[in-house]
Nanobody, 126 residues
């Protein structure tokens, strides 16, 4: 079955860094855009960054541009999110999510994705 498993979250002070990883299985990974999305009580659902099938095309949210970098490894069926200069407003549960087949632009709600993992908590405070 389709599985996405996130890892790499944690608690850091403002200005710190984390690298999130997402390992996929159970579907033709190279055929889908994959997004990192986040959910918090303050802001609700937000898409963060997405990457195309070949790892070239990307979307990045303005509030994280210049601080977050998305990448993928199709051999390892994995997507990564390098996060630097983290801010308290980045605190959220982060999920990797499979964009609906044939769709690539950022989706602004859960209904724009058809699979996601259990999430990994990122807490920025200090």
């Amino acid at each position: 079955q389709v599985q996405l498993v996130e890892s790499g979250g944690g608690s850091v002070q403002p200005g710190g860094s984390l690298k999130l990883s997402c390992e996929a299985s159970g579907f033709p990974f190279k055929e889908y855009w994959i997004y990192w999305v986040r959910q918090s009580s303050e802001k609700g659902f937000e898409w963060v960054s997405g990457i195309g099938e070949f790892g070239v095309a990307t979307y990045i949210r303005d509030s994280v541009r210049g601080r977050f970098t998305i990448s993928r490894d199709n051999v390892k069926k994995s997507v990564y999110l390098q996060m630097k200069n983290l801010k308290p407003e980045d605190t959220a549960v982060y999920y990797c999510a499979r964009r609906l087949s044939g769709q690539f632009r950022p989706g602004n709600s859960w209904s724009d994705y058809d699979a996601w993992g259990q999430g990994t908590q990122v807490t920025v405070s200090g």
